[in-house]
T-cell receptor, first 110, second 113 residues
């Protein structure tokens, strides 16, 4: 089993739609979780950290489910500018490694 | 912008050569991580430096090495370049070790021919 797994997509959704991505992780001791957004041939940009209680930033909501070892990202009212690859990241507390998933591609269609 | 800078932007090298990539961390950050990102893949963790010491390493051979300087800027050195080393190399800085948010520089695109 991969340390961090994401559905690669692509997810093609119309503008205004709600879309959700999941990311599973294998190390139950992991403590820090993040979502990054990456545009084509650019560096990853931090979208949000994921806290145990869940957190929301405008149209974006992140959740953590420790029992099932996954994190999720929900995007409401999708915009064309949301088209990108979304990367989930898990920090390994024992080795300081940050482990990225392969990313989920989102394309928002007009 | 994150304040993390990398140089050079692009680089073309020949198999067997050596390369040094540079990164300046965001002001106030003492931890730098390096990543290799191949096309269509997520970034792969190479190693992390915290206060000039390597404190975490991914599955990369010893020909990948690094340094961190007293001002927390960092270098990634790759010896004996192979064709598979062609990738985007990303540097990320964070306020400290231990699972903090990371902020990435624009990357160096390395092509090995």
């Amino acid at each position: 089993r991969k340390e961090v797994e994401q559905d690669p997509g692509p997810f093609n959704v119309p503008e205004g739609a709600t879309v959700a991505f999941n990311c599973t992780y294998s190390n139950s001791a992991s403590q820090s979780f993040f979502w990054y957004r990456q545009d084509c041939r650019k560096e990853p940009k931090l979208l949000m950290s994921v806290y145990s209680s869940g957190n929301e930033d405008g149209r974006f909501t992140a959740q953590l489910n420790r029992a099932s070892q996954y994190i999720s990202l929900l995007i409401r009212d999708s915009k064309l500018s949301d088209s990108a690859t979304y990367l989930c990241v898990v920090n390994d507390p024992g080795t300081y490694k940050y482990i990225f998933g392969t990313g989920t591609r989102l394309k928002v269609l007009a | 912008e994150t304040g993390v800078t990398q140089s050079p932007t692009h680089l073309i090298k020949t198999r067997g050569q050596q390369v040094t990539l540079r990164c300046s961390s965001q002001s106030g950050h003492n931890t730098v991580s390096w990543y290799q990102q191949a096309l269509g893949q997520g970034p792969q963790f190479i190693f992390q430096y915290y206060r000039e010491e390597e404190n975490g390493r991914g599955n990369f051979p010893p020909r990948f090495s690094g340094l961190q300087f007293p001002n927390y800027s960092s270098e990634l050195n790759v010896n004996a370049l192979e064709l598979d080393d062609s990738a985007l190399y990303l540097c990320a800085s964070s306020p400290s070790q231990g699972g903090f948010e990371q902020y990435f520089g624009p990357g160096t695109r390395l092509t090995v021919t």
